[in-house]
């Protein structure tokens, strides 16, 4: 069974930082590249990275270049969202997911297991 847990959110003002965890279990973890989405109150989920366990090549929403940080640490399965310069708008519940096949994809349906979210609030 795979299991995905996100942690780390909370409430911080503009320009704060925040950094979530997403602790993962389960079989054949290291082939299958993992993401962060996030979905704002009355919008579509939307991609924000992604990270390839093998090497660590990530790929950024623009959105967040510059800003955000993805890394991971092999030994614990755990990914990590560093947020740097956070802006109101941003305020989400994030979603790491693991991707269905090798390659990592902007897209959530190209997802399969999903963990329950962490609410990041950015107060003005």
């Known amino acids: 069974q795979v299991q995905l847990v996100e942690s780390g959110g909370g409430l911080v003002q503009a320009g704060g930082s925040l950094r979530l965890s997403c602790a993962a279990s389960?079989?054949?973890?290291?082939?299958?590249?993992m993401a962060w989405f996030r979905q704002a109150p009355g919008k579509e989920r939307e991609f924000v990275t992604a990270i390839k366990w093998s090497d660590g090549i990530t790929g950024y929403a623009d959105s967040v270049k510059g800003r955000f940080t993805n890394s991971r640490d092999n030994a614990k399965n755990t990914v990590y969202l560093q947020m740097n310069s956070l802006k109101p708008e941003e305020t989400a519940v994030y979603y790491c997911?693991?991707?269905?096949?090798?390659?990592?994809?902007?897209?959530?349906?190209?997802?399969?297991?999903w963990g329950q979210g962490t609410q990041v609030t950015v107060s003005s």
């Open positions: 997911a693991r991707s269905r096949g090798v390659s990592w994809s902007r897209y959530q349906y190209d997802y399969d297991y």
């Open positions: 389960g079989r054949t973890f290291s082939i299958y590249p």
